[in-house]
């Protein structure tokens, strides 16, 4: 199949991802430094923060779910706030209170830590649906209503939530609620790191932690500046389909209780042009969009119980059964 089907027409104004790059590898190598031996985590992490979207990191404890949102605070000049969520957690310690101001008789509102461009929810799924539900508006909308007044978020702004998972932890935790995981662009997992890694890390970790010695690297600015370009990156009428395909087999499959909501679609072709760009190209491909399948939909599934097949599983097999498209 012809390239010239991907790139667009003469009309198509080319985005130029050239000058983009070197921020987003400049962040990935300052990850790098803390995270080993996790490449695709690492990228699918920036593909996030590029597309405007949110990340859900799910994994057993210990394997560097919260030292990776750190990584990438500490990387980005920006503001970052974190967030323990515990049972007790009340939705107004995250996105601020009206405290009354007795000299000046009138009402002050102090801002909670949402008012971040980057918020760390640590273990989530510990604190209450009710609690959980004030990240609602803040992540899909940006903006936070306190008291009917509306605030806006400032830009970029990203939830990290890290969890781990619901089946080996029940005491205590609540699992999150449908509408607050499709409000999640994608979900990765961690992993245990290979031998090699795991051998580099305890001598990388022996006198310091990497993370006190990661500094800035871009600015939010350079960020925007990468968030606009990478909007104008082109996707083909075929591959948008495509994306429609695959959201839409989600929802006829026997396999699966639950399928992909339409954000699902939006979200699975943002974020494809922001792993594109990563690639080099201000164009998207079929393979970009096999490659984010499982981290943007399959946290949004719900498996038939009859079957007990993982909703991961069932994403790959759509993937090999949808056909791939051939022409624009």
């Known amino acids: ?76 000049d920006c503001t970052v706030s974190r967030v323990q969520f515990t049972p007790d957690l009340l939705p107004s310690d995250i996105t601020g209170v009206s405290v009354y101001h007795q000299q000046r008789r009138e009402f002050e509102f102090r801002p ?11 273990e989530i799924n510990r604190a209450s649906p009710k609690t959980q539900s004030a ?29 781990n998972p619901v089946d080996t932890e029940v005491e205590g935790t609540y699992p999150l609620p449908e509408a607050q995981r499709d409000r999640f662009m994608a979900r990765v997992s961690m992993g245990y790191p290979d031998p090699r890694a795991e051998l580099a890390m305890i001598d990388a970790h022996a006198a310091h932690s990497p993370l006190d010695q990661l500094t800035p690297v871009t600015t939010v600015a350079e960020v925007n500046a990468m968030i606009e370009r990478i909007r104008r990156i082109y996707v083909a009428p075929a591959i948008k389909r495509y994306a429609l395909d695959l959201v839409t087999a ?17 979200h699975l072709v943002r974020a494809a042009r922001a792993y594109a760009a990563l690639d080099g190209r201000d164009y998207v491909l079929p393979d970009d969009i096999q490659a984010l399948a499982v981290p943007v939909l399959a946290h949004r599934l719900l498996p038939n119980p009859a079957l007990h097949r993982p909703p991961a599983e069932v994403v790959n097999e759509l993937v090999a059964q949808v056909p791939i498209p051939t022409h624009s």
């Open 1 to 76: 199949m012809s390239l010239d089907t991907w790139v667009g027409g003469p009309a198509d104004s080319p985005v130029g991802v050239s000058g983009l790059l070197a921020p987003a590898h400049r962040v990935r190598s300052a990850i790098e430094t803390v995270i080993t031996g996790k490449p695709e985590v690492i990228r699918i992490t920036l593909t996030v923060l590029l597309a405007e979207g949110h990340l859900l990191i799910e994994d057993v404890p210990g394997v560097g779910k919260t030292m990776l949102a750190k990584a990438l605070g500490r990387a980005v």
């Open 112 to 122: 909670g830590p949402v008012f971040a461009n980057i918020v760390l929810g640590d």
């Open 135 to 163: 990240l609602l508006e803040c992540m899909e909308e940006g903006q936070v209503s306190v008291d009917g007044v509306t605030r806006r978020l400032a830009r970029p702004f990203m939830v990290i939530a890290t969890q």
């Open 250 to 266: 989600t929802r006829t499959t026997p396999a699966l209780s639950l399928g992909a909501s339409p954000r699902a679609t939006l």
